[in-house]
């Protein structure tokens, strides 16, 4: 059927530096420079990263990285606890039985924390929702507030809404224990604030360095779709759509990246659909998905679920036009006929018909990536998410420096 199964890639020399990586000091971090605490202080500031290891890259592992090589850049000491280490020697054995893989990893996770947080000023921990929520970032912000740091709750989950109302006494009050609430969209701003809750956006990043910008002329029928394998993402969606394209253009080609549950039923359904030309890549490395996005002339979303997705900024930066349903957060990033094309979740015969539209009218697309990329320069580029960054942990360590009456009041408390 034209359907090609890829194996899942190998844990990189990268993942393994990312994911034990401990705080320690930067070298070169001079008196006054960009990362010290406060003005005339001459220690620099100390940040420690909690987030998913690259070993399985995903959103958070991949922006949790970005950021640190970026703070690092600006003299901020930046440390690392994986939220999902890998226990040491024959031990790892333990991580590869059902059920008992939680309980070991979970143990190593805690004493990692135990080990890094004393040495930080602040704690930065990416969060995800339900289940996940509260086996990482719960003993990450309550052994923050033990140590007495700044505690930083970096929420990035499309299913945010549905979380804080169905876990809303376990989350919550989580929540209200940070020093600041940080979200990378405004979608996820109003969903917060309509929970009680005041959160701040900072944007994802993209890396320009390895994403670059290429025009398409003419543009090709050579499709992209690199989310996982998980059914909120309905990558079925796309195969769908794909197999209306293939109508028109018989030729057309799908790359389609990730791995996942689905994978299966991703397969079955491709050869049900006598699709041609769709290969399936499998897990995708971060360091070899910038030549993917160079491969393609389309970027293809479809999920029912999502936030901010970092592959529509990478999509963006590479010069790809994007077609994508309305889920979660997208609007707020992808505006319908400037900068992308919209169609309604679940719509295949509407993704299809976009894409076509993208393909027949070149001034379209033209249009499109010129925006989406003057756009991404501007909003998303690494100088301007890690001022951001930079300066909310300067307000953290400033405050964390007052004296107690002046805590009581401080902007970007949740109390």
Avoid at 1 to 18: C, K, L, P, Y
Avoid at 85 to 102: A, C, E, I, M
Avoid at 120 to 134: K, N
Wanted: aromatic content about 8%.
């Amino acid at each position: 059927m034209g359907v090609h199964g890829g194996r899942r890639q190998g844990r990189t020399a990268a993942a393994d530096r990312v994911s034990r990586e401990t705080v320690g000091t930067l070298p070169g971090s001079a008196p006054g420079s960009p990362g010290t605490a406060r003005s005339g202080d001459t220690r620099p500031i100390r940040v420690c990263l909690v987030a998913p290891s690259l070993r399985e890259p995903g959103g958070q592992s991949i922006q949790a990285a970005r950021l640190a090589r970026g703070l690092r850049q600006l003299g901020v000491v930046v440390g690392f606890v994986p939220i999902d280490p890998r226990l040491p020697g024959p031990l790892q054995l333990l991580q590869r039985v059902r059920y008992l893989r939680t309980v070991v990893t979970s143990l190593q996770y805690v004493w990692d924390l135990l080990v890094s947080l004393a040495r930080c000023d602040i704690v930065h921990v990416f969060s995800a929702s339900y289940f996940s929520f509260i086996l990482a970032p719960t003993p990450a912000v309550l052994l923050g507030r033990w140590f007495g740091k700044r505690v930083l709750l970096n929420y990035r989950s499309g299913e945010a809404e549905d979380h804080l109302r169905r876990w809303r006494r376990t989350a919550i009050p989580i929540m209200r224990l940070v020093d600041a609430l940080v979200v990378p969209s405004g979608y996820l701003v109003d969903v917060f604030a309509r929970m009680g809750l005041r959160a701040r956006a900072i944007a994802n990043v993209v890396d320009f360095d390895q994403f670059r910008f290429r025009e398409r002329r003419p543009l090709r029928p050579v499709f992209l779709s690199n989310r996982n394998f998980e059914a909120h993402y309905n990558v079925a969606c796309v195969l769908r759509a794909f197999a209306r394209i293939q109508r028109r253009y018989p030729d057309a080609r799908l790359l389609v990246a990730g791995d996942g549950k689905e994978r299966g039923a991703l397969e079955r359904l491709a050869h049900q659909l006598n699709l041609r030309n769709a290969e399936f890549l499998g897990r995708v490395r971060p360091d070899r998905m910038p030549s993917l996005y160079d491969a393609a002339d389309v970027y293809l979303n479809a999920p029912d679920i999502d936030n901010m997705p970092g592959s529509i900024l990478e999509a963006f930066a590479s010069g790809l036009p994007v077609v994508t349903t309305d889920a979660g957060g997208i609007p707020y990033m992808v505006r319908d006929g400037e900068n992308g094309l919209i169609v309604p979740r679940g719509d295949d015969a509407g993704m299809a018909a976009a894409a076509l539209r993208v393909l027949t009218d070149p001034s379209l697309a033209e249009r499109l990536s010129s925006c989406a990329i003057e756009e991404c320069r501007r909003k998303y580029s690494p100088d301007a998410v890690l001022r951001e960054w930079h300066s909310l942990y300067q307000g953290l360590v400033t405050y964390s420096d007052a004296p107690a009456a002046e805590l009581t009041a401080r902007p970007g408390s949740l109390r």
